[in-house]
């Protein structure tokens, strides 16, 4: 908890600076594929992706703490 104050503006930068072509890459497959379900599956999958990189730079620190 002590890198927070370091970290967490970096990561809100990261995310805000991904969010700008993000959106507009996934309007711009709704218009090219007319459905939303590839976006869908696109969503979740990132999600998912985003998940299991936290849990291993998760495990990664715990090893190194302990």
Known sequence: MAQY?????????AGTIANA??????GFMVDLFHSYVLVLVNVVCM???LIVITWVCYQKKMAETA
Do not use: C, E, M, R
């Open 5 to 13: 104050s370091h970290v967490y503006p970096k990561i809100t930068l």
């Open 21 to 26: 072509p993000g959106v507009s890459l996934l």
């Open 47 to 49: 999600a998912v992706f």
